[in-house]
């Protein structure tokens, strides 16, 4: 069993950054992908952003550019790396993890992955 533990959302003026950690607590192999979803009220769950150790993809348009994922596989945590953040990025943020074919990730959805963290809030004022 795989668990998920979100950590560092919060309040952001807009044009800030903000970290989101994710720690991994269970046994993965080395093809586990792990991502960033993020969810609006009353809207779908959202890709943001995939990787693992062969790759990553960045999903949403919306944060191209303003967006950055990595992995420390040493303390087996996930990271998102905000910039230039804007009020429309508000959401509920959910790291994410499972085995999603590669070609699935370009489109991936909340059913292609296997493992749901509680969700971390990120509130971007203007």
């Known amino acids: 069993q795989v668990h998920l533990v979100e950590s560092g959302g919060g309040s952001v003026q807009a044009v800030g950054s903000l970290r989101l950690s994710c720690a991994v607590y269970?046994?993965?192999?080395?093809?586990?992908?792990m991502g960033w979803f993020r969810q609006a009220p009353g809207k779908e769950r959202e890709g943001v952003a995939l990787?693992?150790?062969?790759?990553?993809?960045i999903n949403a348009d919306s944060v191209k550019g303003r967006v950055y994922i990595s992995q420390d596989n040493n303390k087996n945590t996930l990271y998102l790396q905000r910039n230039s953040m804007k009020p429309g990025d508000t959401d509920m943020y959910y790291c994410?993890?499972?085995?999603?074919?590669?070609?699935?990730?370009?489109?991936?959805?909340?059913?292609?992955?296997?493992?749901w963290g509680q969700g971390t809030q990120v509130t971007v004022s203007s």
């Open positions: 269970g046994y993965t192999s080395s093809s586990f992908c």
């Open positions: 990787n693992n150790s062969y790759g990553s993809t």
């Open positions: 994410t993890g499972g085995y999603p074919p590669y070609s699935r990730w370009a489109k991936v959805t909340p059913a292609d992955m296997h493992y």
